[in-house]
């Protein structure tokens, strides 16, 4: 109980049992994950630095629904953390720079690892081809076969969104749909244990 009344937000209502939905948004160093973070908190742009770590927050979103988001820093040395934000998330969020073709087979690399990863395995994929708002940025099917999603596992549910975090175009949609694949997942794990 005690941690129930713990994990909830500050101001919500106390309903027991409820909790936020973790979700982790990772990708490459650049690819805009913290500005796509502060523009569904904050409703605006903000120029953003490369995060060292992680920023999380809470977000109410997709009709009402309270979120506990981790954007986790992209560099290099940081990757080998990714899993440990994963650990039993409702959902991923994994964000490519559609502007820059040329760090696509490495985005492919890093999805498709944290795919198969034990911590996250099975967790529904929103891919966002962010930078939708630069000259030249590729079309999300492009950059969905690019990163051959086609490839996951036929239990991970995935959705592929062109957005930017510029002008906030495509986030909506995109996170209606992560919500959408999570409440799926939920519903098929809750009938197979009734098979059991």
């Given amino acids: 109980m005690g941690n129930q009344l713990s994990e909830r937000a500050p101001g919500s209502p106390f309903l027991p049992g409820l909790q936020p939905l973790h979700i982790v948004v990772i990708g490459l160093d650049s690819s805009g994950k913290t500005a796509l973070l502060y523009r569904l908190k904050l409703g605006e742009f903000v120029d953003t ?10 977000l109410r979103l997709s009709g009402g629904s309270l979120y506990q988001v981790w954007d986790v820093g992209g560099q290099d040395k940081l990757r080998p953390l990714w899993k440990s934000y994963t650990r039993r998330t409702d959902g991923l969020v994994f964000v490519v720079d559609a502007a820059d073709p040329e760090r696509l087979e490495e985005a492919r690399a890093e999805l498709h690892r944290m795919a198969r990863c034990p911590e996250s395995q099975g967790a529904p994929i929103l891919l966002l081809a962010n930078k939708q708002d630069l000259p030249g940025a590729m079309m999300p099917a492009q950059v969905e076969k690019a990163l051959s999603l086609h490839e996951l596992s036929s239990s991970t549910l995935h959705h592929t969104q062109g957005c930017s975090a510029v002008d906030g175009a495509g986030l909506q949609p995109g996170l209606d749909m992560l919500h959408h694949m999570i409440l799926q997942r939920r519903r098929s794990q809750r009938q197979s244990h009734k098979k059991r």
């Avoid at 630095?49 to 809470?58: A, H, V």
């Fill in 49 to 58: 630095i490369p995060t060292k770590g992680f920023n999380m927050e809470r």
